[in-house]
């Protein structure tokens, strides 16, 4: 009797953690990601095309981190989905080229498109925002 009630507080204690934002558990957060073909990202007007963003980098920040926690690439038809979430507040963010055209030397594609995301139920299907990267002709 004497080893069972420490055994039991320590279960009660692992059992009332509560877990933050991050991988482990069965929710999923999904999205679309459409690309614009401009002849001049400048002006808006001159739009070729709008496609779904195949093959795009997508990265997913778990609460109040800082850096990224993980990343998938879109589908062939710009869908991406990141699995076995728990609940909490996520970003969801991918790049884009800067639609004002200025010149960067380090970087084309320094745009940050990002979406933030809560995942509220164990068990959660959440669709985040459409998201629009622009790429020029």
């Known amino acids: ?61 778990y609460g109040d981190h800082t850096s990224p926690d993980d990343r998938v690439q879109t589908n062939f038809d710009g869908n991406f989905e990141f699995l076995y979430l728990r609940p909490g507040k996520y970003t969801v963010y991918t790049y884009s080229n800067d639609t004002n055209a200025v010149a960067v030397n380090w970087d084309e594609k320094h745009m940050t498109i990002l979406r933030e995301v809560e995942i509220t139920d164990k068990k959660q299907d959440v669709i985040a925002e459409e998201m629009t990267i622009y790429d020029i002709e």
């Not at 009332?16 to 482990?24: E, P, V």
């Not at 990202?41 to 963003?53: D, G, S």
């Open 1 to 61: 009797m004497k080893i069972l009630a420490p055994v039991f507080c320590f279960i009660l204690l692992l059992a009332s953690c509560k877990k933050d934002a991050g991988d482990g558990g069965n929710s999923r957060i999904s999205g679309y990601i459409k690309k614009d073909i401009r002849v001049n990202l400048t002006n808006p007007l001159p739009l070729r095309a709008t496609v779904p963003a195949a093959d795009q980098d997508v990265y997913i920040i």
